[in-house]
């Protein structure tokens, strides 16, 4: 068996993708807030759960255009060393697009739908049913379960809100869901203690956390 073959055979189904896959996407969506099920379900679409010739050839999951070195295929596809590093520049560029990265601040990972429809908008794909197919393939393989904020029990709670108020300096790359991560709190909290009416920061902001 060729190599390729090999490859190919390793994502025999959506199914087995996704097992393969999933603990990366989740730990994208920990560290960037990104939904877990969104990212898969691209990854799905866009290359067929793995089987395209663009994902065999050049490792690209996400249908992401640019220069590549393969001998294998002539494509407008960018290439990759690795299908992980595919994975992070698909969450490079959409933070790099000034249409898709305030969906950082505006969306919680659990709103996937916003997510999507907020990419569609942005003509990151050309297809008008783009949305609804990668919503389907979220909805088909439960992919959302993924997305599932802990709950915060009423102990955590009442630990939260009797811990002392301290102040913070907002840094580049900063946003609400990661400072209420960090801090045991909600976004809606954060919000409403500092008077903030959107999801979105300015550097050198001072808030009470």
């Known amino acids: 068996m060729t190599p390729v073959g090999q490859v190919f055979a390793q994502y025999s189904s959506p199914q087995h993708y ?16 990104c ?14 759960y793995g089987s395209s010739k663009v994902a065999r050839y050049l490792n690209n999951h996400f249908g992401i255009k640019g220069p590549n070195n393969s001998k294998e295929i002539r494509s407008a596809y960018k290439g990759y060393a690795s299908v992980e590093q595919s994975y992070e520049d698909f969450i490079a560029l959409l933070k790099r697009r000034k249409s898709t990265q305030r969906l950082f601040d505006l969306c919680q990972p659990h709103e996937y739908k916003r997510w999507v429809q907020g990419i569609a ?15 389907g393939t979220i909805e088909k393989y439960s992919l959302h379960e ?26 580049k790359g900063d946003t609400l869901y990661d ?8 976004v809606k909290a954060i919000q409403r203690i500092n ?6 920061l300015r550097i050198g902001q001072q808030l009470i956390l």
Request: hydrophobic fraction near 40%; aromatic fraction near 6%; charged fraction near 20%.
């Open 18 to 33: 996704i097992e393969t896959y999933k603990d990366m996407a989740v730990q994208y969506m920990e560290t960037h807030g």
């Open 35 to 48: 939904p877990a099920s969104l990212i898969l379900a691209v990854a799905i679409h866009e290359s067929a």
């Open 121 to 135: 908008r942005s003509g990151y794909a050309h297809s008008t049913s783009w949305a609804s197919k990668v919503i």
């Open 146 to 171: 993924l997305d599932k904020q802990p709950e915060v029990t009423a102990a955590a709670a009442a630990e939260s809100e009797s811990a002392p108020a301290t102040q913070y300096t907002v840094k």
């Open 179 to 186: 400072l209420a991560r960090k801090h045991g709190t909600t």
């Open 195 to 200: 008077g903030l009416t959107d999801a979105r």
